[in-house]
C-alpha cells in the first residue's frame, strides 16, 4: 500500500539543529515535497527532491534516499518562527495517475 | 503577484446539501489541485486540474467533483453533504507543466456540515 510515516511531535531549543525524518512505502515514487504549515495558515512549500542526495536551501536542507524511503528535513538555527507543522508528502504514480500523499506532520514546538 | 485566493473562507451548510468552492490561482498557473484537511486524517489530495482537465484523482468518492475554467480558475463540488465533510478545503496552483515543483496554497475554505 502507500503509506507515510513522521514523527507527531517533537521539541527543540531556539539556535539547536533539529532533524524530522520521513518515511514513505510507494512503488510509484515521483518526488518527495517538505511543507510548513503554521497553525491556521496554509501550507508553504520548503523543498523538492526527486534524486538521491541533500538540497540546501538556507537554514532549511532535505535529503532523500529513494532505496530507503527515507527522507528526513533539517533545520538548523533554530528561531521562534520555526514552530510549525512540517508536512511530508510524495508524489506517486503506481495506478497510471499521479497522487499527491501527505503524512499527517510533524508538529515542532521551539522553545526559548 | 497575487496569491491564490478561496471564496468563500467559511461556508456552513446542513447534511443532505451541495457546495461550490471556488479557486484563482495566482496568474499564469495552470495546475491547481485540490485537497481536504482534517485533524484526524491530515492533508489529503482530491485531484488536480491542468488545461481544463483532470489530470490526476485521489480516493474520493463520485460526491467529490471538480473542474477547470479556461481562465485557470477552478471549482470543486460536493453534493449530498455529510457531516465528515466538515474540513479545511485547500486549493493549490503550480506553473510547473508536471506540478513537480512548488505549489502554492490558497487560505482555504473552512465547510463546517451541520
Known amino acids: 500500500g502507500q503509506n507515510i510515516d513522521q514523527p507527531t511531535e517533537m521539541t527543540a531549543t531556539e539556535g539547536a539543529i533539529v532533524q524530522i525524518n520521513c518515511t514513505y512505502q510507494?512503488?510509484?515514487?515521483?518526488?518527495l515535497f517538505w511543507y510548513q504549515q503554521h497553525a491556521g495558515e496554509a501550507p508553504t512549500f520548503l523543498s523538492y527532491n526527486v534524486l538521491d542526495g541533500l538540497e540546501e536551501k538556507g537554514r532549511f536542507s532535505s535529503f532523500l534516499s529513494r532505496s530507503k524511503g527515507y527522507s528526513y528535513l533539517l533545520l538548523k538555527e533554530l528561531q521562534m518562527k520555526d514552530s510549525a507543522s512540517y508536512l511530508c508528502a510524495v508524489r506517486d504514480g503506481t495506478s497510471g495517475t499521479y497522487k499527491y500523499i501527505f503524512g499527517t506532520g510533524t508538529r515542532l514546538k521551539v522553545l526559548a | 503577484k497575487a496569491g491564490v485566493t478561496q471564496t468563500p473562507r467559511y461556508l456552513i451548510k446542513t447534511r443532505g446539501q451541495q457546495v461550490t468552492l471556488s479557486c484563482s490561482p495566482i496568474s499564469g498557473h495552470r495546475s491547481v489541485s485540490w485537497y481536504q484537511q482534517t485533524p484526524g486524517q491530515g492533508l489529503q489530495f482530491l485531484f488536480e486540474y491542468f488545461s481544463e482537465t483532470q489530470r490526476n484523482k485521489g480516493n474520493f468518492p463520485g460526491r467529490f467533483s471538480g473542474r477547470q475554467f479556461s481562465n485557470s480558475r477552478s471549482e470543486m463540488n460536493v453534493s449530498t453533504l455529510e457531516l465528515g465533510d466538515s474540513a479545511l478545503y485547500l486549493c493549490?496552483?503550480?506553473?510547473?507543466?508536471?506540478?513537480?515543483?512548488?505549489?502554492?496554497f490558497g487560505p482555504g475554505t473552512r465547510l463546517t456540515v451541520l
Open positions: 493549490a496552483s503550480s506553473s510547473d507543466i508536471w506540478g513537480m515543483n512548488e505549489q502554492f
Open positions: 510507494t512503488s510509484g515514487f515521483n518526488g
